[in-house]
């Protein structure tokens, strides 16, 4: 029997706490996800949000009720509970957050025994679990138990420090200010840039599941309180994290917020210059930056669909040390195939040490794009065809249809035409050497687009 029904969206469950996701829910999801790992042992934690603990709770119920044992490791990041599945190789884990997402949602994310999220069509099994009642209850004498995993932060934070050079960072006595959401990257940061010798100002660094400081997406709108106090407090680099501290954006001592391309592009350039031809993992969102670095500093770029899973997947089979998003998501394998915001924070201070340069430097040493986006709307079921369409209309061009049409042109400027995922709009992402070429590759292509829309309409 098959259905049509989701649970999983690109990032795990995720829904309006008690309305959509309810305890009842979890319980549910619990047996399914039991069911799916067959009564192996788990590691769950939760972010700041103020329904974490209930559906903590529920989840561990009904993990339990199908004979999974449940290690309780509290609340933390993301990846500090990735790493400890690395760490302590359970089966798996669950992890009770809505990342990004406004205070008044939240989700399960279903980690598998590598730490990375588990593939589409595991998801797809357990929903069929789910939507089909399919989950098995043992019997009373085979319900799990639970116990505490304390310490998953403390070594999570040694394992990052094993991956940059202390002293050199220390060194420096570098002044950062870290705005951690009022969530859980507050529970990190702060701590490993003092282990790091760095002199560390918070801003929203007090744990409140309201997120009474700003949004929970690091986004430059909600970043504005950040920007301005770096000059205030005299700080060298600022970073905010996202709801569940895998994403990270930073901010130069000038009060600029960088763009997620290139703090990743910057993080790409060092790692290859240790590491020539080794390969680079990113979506083809990802702006033609990486590919220039790539070029100069003889990567191999692996593009990739739209996607930190598929990143995260596609680093392990290709054996990759280094991905990133646009986003603020970098990958930095030799600790884990996972965006992570405490380790590119890490990375970011080393760079900034080992140069002996202020980032604003180091960033107007990379090369310079400029970005334009826009949204054009899309019926559903026109799509796919549209999508065709302009595959078509681009043969010829130097393109890649893994995810929508990416063009590539001449002048090292490029444009991604993609339908999105959740919403009946096709997006179009531009990058150029200067902003006048952007926007006429946006208003060029927005109206080829409208054109075909119409024409298969
Ligand atoms: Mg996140």
Redo the contacts with the bound molecule.
Sequence with gaps: MSNTRHLFGT?GIRGLANKELTPEMAIRVGYAIGTFFKRGTLIIGYDARTSGPMLTNAVTAGLNATGCNVLLAGMAP?PTLQYAVRHHKPNGAVIV?A??NPPEYNGIKVIGNDGIEISHECEIEIENIYYNQKARLTDWKGIGGTRELPGIIDEYIDAIKKHVNVPEIARRHYRILIDGANSVGSLTGPRLARELGCKVTTLNANIDGTFPGRL?EPRPENLGDLAATVKAVGADVAVAY??????SIFVDEKGSIIMGDQTFALVAKYFLKDNKGEKIVTPVSSSTIIKDIADEYHGHIVWTKIG?VTVAQTMKEQKAKLGGEENG?IFYGPHQPV?DGAMSTALILSIMARAGKKLSTLLGELPQYFIEKAKIECSEELKQKVLERLIKQTEGLKTNTLDGVKIWFKNNSSILIRPSGTEPVYRLYADAKNSREAKQLIKDYSSKLQAIIKNVG
């Design positions: 990032n993301t957050t990342s990004h929970p996202d709801g569940d501290a895998d994403r930190s998501g965006r």
